[in-house]
């Protein structure tokens, strides 16, 4: 049951604005959406998160549209550094009772940083 | 913080044979989670624990699977018999199980190879 849709690959210039698209268009109201990437031979990093509102750390932006329905994680500033795989990914906070579930990944956005 | 640690990094074996997977979290997180990743099926949950109790193990494919927590900063993940189909990079993770701060942090992974 795939809850989110993304591009399978995707090239970006070094030095230039990456935008990665995710859909989601079945999230429910305590959904929130992630962001984890995985450089070659790494473990999953965090990027990023939200719920409704915009927001934006040292690595990252996320705009969630208004109806929540899709994202866009955006790198400002791209650097070779940034070429690995990106997942979108929609998850509750707690289950009955409270507390954190485990991370259902898709097949991600392979994102290639062209020098 | 070390973050997770993972050993070891590197394990070939051969068929039949017993696989011992070990995990420390980071200190102080509620949470720990085994994950599986192959080419085929890409990131798996497998189980995840809190406080030391497992919670969900319904990724857990097979019997030869089993996994332990016997305190907050170690866990084992065994595989007994291993077979060729085991094959994969076995990842750990840890977090906290307060509300916007349950990102989960990924250790380097187990690359496993079964012959």
């Known amino acids: 049951d795939a809850k989110t849709t993304q591009p399978p690959s995707m090239d970006c210039a070094e030095g230039r604005a990456a935008n990665l698209p995710c859909n989601h268009s079945?999230?429910?109201?305590?959904?929130?959406v992630y962001w984890y990437r995985q450089i070659h031979s790494q473990g999953p990093q965090y990027i990023i998160h939200g719920l409704k509102n915009n927001e934006t750390n040292e690595m990252a932006s996320l705009i969630i549209t208004e109806d929540r329905k899709s994202s866009t994680l955006i790198l400002p500033h791209a650097t070779l550094r940034d070429t690995a795989v990106y997942y979108c990914i929609v998850r509750p906070w707690g289950k009955s009772g409270g507390g954190a579930d485990g991370l259902t990944f898709g097949k991600g956005t392979h994102l290639i940083i062209q020098p | 913080d070390a973050g997770v640690i993972q050993s070891p990094r590197h394990e070939v074996t051969e068929m039949g044979q017993e696989v011992t997977l070990r995990c420390k979290p980071i200190?102080?997180?509620?949470?720990l989670f085994w994950y599986r990743q192959t080419m085929m099926r890409g990131l798996e949950l497998l189980i995840y624990f809190n406080n030391n109790v497992p919670i969900d193990d319904s990724g857990m494919p097979e019997d030869r699977f089993s996994a332990k927590m016997p305190n907050a900063s170690f866990s084992t993940l065994k595989i007994q018999p291993s077979e060729p189909r085991d094959s994969a990079v076995y990842f750990c993770?840890?977090?906290?199980?307060?509300?916007?701060?349950?990102?989960?942090?990924f250790g380097p992974g187990t690359r496993l190879t079964v012959l």
């Open positions: 200190s102080g997180h509620d949470y």
């Open positions: 993770a840890s977090s906290f199980a307060v509300a916007q701060k349950d990102t989960q942090y």
């Open positions: 079945t999230i429910s109201g305590n959904e929130y």
